[in-house]
């Protein structure tokens, strides 16, 4: 089945220590998006790819950084974690862009960070 | 800025029973989609059901509808013979049909449904 995948489930890490989530599709879809989901609160987006095109939300701290080498592929790098950046983090990929049929974002289960 | 607001942030239903999740959103946008999400515990999140903004007729997935109404901005999800396995956190969201932030999803706090047996 096509899908998004994340990998690892669950990431421990130590405060400033950098580190490299995850996320890759099956879909052959052009967008890729990561999210930051903390405790019971809706998911906040942090950019996406359009293809190799990167697009930073305004208040995505420079902090998280993210690559896209191919269409597969995508990660969410961490350069130096802070307790707050401890979170549920999820990757979604969409066709396009545009608010049309057929553009609706697909979730990968998630990885958990737990920053120590 | 759009907003969207879920005032309950957890529900209880029994099995078999029916529920409704409100959601009430704030756009100046003429033409928008809207979405429930569903997060159950530990797994991904999947759509549940999408609305069209310039489309009248509500929207149904099987045991799932919807109650839009665009001039109040509400879009409730009606879940009909509740099922164990709809427990979940469930997430209203919008999404401009254009603009240059038309891939943008704005989501509420969410609902967390518990279905008892």
């Known amino acids: 089945d096509a899908m998004v995948i994340q990998n690892p489930r669950y990431q421990v890490t130590q405060f400033g220590k950098p580190v490299t989530l995850s996320c890759s599709q099956t879909?052959?879809?052009?967008?890729m998006y990561w999210y930051q989901q903390k405790s019971s609160q809706a998911p906040k987006l942090l950019f996406h790819y359009y293809d190799k095109d990167f697009n930073n939300e305004a208040d995505t701290p420079d902090n998280f950084q993210s690559r896209r080498p191919n269409t597969s592929f995508c990660f969410l790098d961490i350069r130096s974690p802070g307790l707050g950046d401890a979170a549920m983090y999820l990757c979604?990929?969409?066709?396009?862009?545009?608010?049309?049929?057929?553009?609706?974002?697909?979730f990968g289960p998630g990885t958990r960070l737990t920053v120590l | 800025a759009q907003t969207v607001t879920q005032s309950q942030p957890e529900m209880s239903v029994q099995e078999a029973e029916t529920v409704t999740l409100s959601c009430t959103y704030d756009t100046s946008e003429n033409n928008y989609y809207l979405f429930w999400y569903k997060q159950p515990p530990s797994r991904q999140m999947i759509l549940v059901i999408r609305?069209?903004?310039?489309?009248?007729q509500n929207a149904t997935e099987n045991r799932f509808s919807v109650n839009f109404q665009k001039a109040a901005k509400s879009f409730s999800l009606k879940i009909s013979d509740s099922q164990l396995g709809d427990t979940a956190m469930y997430f209203c969201a919008f999404r401009p049909g254009s603009g240059g932030s038309n891939y943008k999803l704005t989501f509420g706090k969410g609902t967390l449904l518990t279905v008892n047996p």
């Open positions: 879909l052959n879809h052009n967008v």
């Open positions: 609305q069209e903004a310039y489309k009248q």
């Open positions: 979604a990929t969409s066709r396009g862009l545009a608010g049309t049929g057929g553009n609706e974002q697909f």
